[in-house]
């Protein structure tokens, strides 16, 4: 079983910055994939952000070049600074981890407003 904590989150004005932190503990395999999907109001939950242990990562077009996923092996923890906020990057963000199986964090609200 792997558990997930996530912190972070919170209310920012457009253009601002708001760092997301998720980490993991339980039984993790040595490789695994750790990211962010987040969902906003009647909307379908989406993938943000993923990152293998090795390093790789994969970004949503919606955010490519404004938000930088990444992870600290030795804690287990996956990081999401997210920069040039907009209005539409409001949503509830969910941290996984892929171990063997899925497993979500609670989620965290970013909420983008003036």
């Known amino acids: 079983q792997v558990q997930l904590v996530e912190s972070g989150g919170g209310l920012v004005q457009p253009g601002g910055s708001l760092r997301l932190s998720c980490a993991a503990s339980g039984s993790i395999f040595s490789y695994n994939v750790m990211g962010w999907y987040r969902q906003a109001p009647g909307k379908q939950r989406e993938l943000v952000a993923r990152?293998?242990?090795?390093?790789?990562?994969r970004y949503a077009d919606s955010v490519k070049g404004r938000f930088t996923i990444s992870r600290d092996n030795a804690k287990n923890t996956v990081y999401l600074q997210m920069n040039s906020l907009k209005a539409e990057d409001t949503a509830v963000y969910y941290c996984?981890?892929?171990?063997?199986?899925?497993?979500w964090g609670r989620g965290t609200q970013v909420t983008v407003s003036s």
């Open positions: 990152i293998t242990t090795g390093g790789l990562t």
């Open positions: 996984y981890i892929t171990s063997g199986n899925d497993y």
